[in-house]
């Protein structure tokens, strides 16, 4: 099979379940970002060696593989599928992680800038990036139906990703710069 289908050629993508859209819909966006988030993900485990990060971080890949997936499908055909569905379970996972870092990490009384370690400086901008598909995803919400469990994941993973930068700062004894 080849990788171009020339379907997209005037500016239209399938969705889940053959609707096509715009490539510019908010929904492309949305799970674009989501898509953007993982692989700014994907960078930081290919800029670390900390086995502390890798297996964690893999299975966010996967939650957002799921998440991606689910934003795509306008039927919602795939909240039927477990493999492609955002449960409580993994956002109550999302703050254990962030739970068990944060309590060894000197208490917040400024803002953090992003930097130190360069895999800190990695998790501050895939931090980043996760906010961006955090707010796409609620600006799809004002027009479509979205899974609510959608924007919880994605506001939990960004302090996730605050919280590992941080850590990892930590464990390095590098200063983290405030403001």
């Not at 692989?39 to 957002?64: C, M, N, P, S, Y």
């Not at 795939?78 to 739970?99: C, G, S, Y």
Request: charge should be positive.
């Amino acid at each position: 099979m080849k990788i171009y289908t020339r379907t997209g050629d005037e500016g239209r993508t399938g969705l889940l379940g053959g609707t096509r859209v715009p490539k510019d819909h908010l929904r492309v966006a949305a799970y674009g970002d989501v898509d953007e988030t993982n692989a700014a993900i994907g960078i930081v485990l290919a800029h670390t060696e900390a086995a502390r990060l890798g297996k964690l971080l893999r299975q966010v890949q996967a939650d957002l593989f799921a998440l991606g997936a689910e934003l795509a499908d306008v039927r919602r055909a795939r909240r039927q599928q477990a493999k492609a569905a955002v449960t409580p379970a993994m956002i109550e996972r999302l703050e254990n992680e962030i739970d068990v870092r944060d309590e060894a990490l000197p208490p917040l009384r400024a803002f953090v800038l992003p930097g130190g370690a360069r895999t800190a400086a990695f998790l501050h901008h895939a931090r980043t990036v996760c906010r961006r598909a955090e707010r796409s995803v609620v600006a799809l919400a004002r027009s479509s139906r979205v899974e609510p469990l959608t924007i919880v994941y994605l506001n939990r993973l960004s302090d996730l990703l605050f919280v590992l930068a941080r850590y990892e700062n930590h464990l390095l004894r590098r200063r983290e710069r405030t403001w």
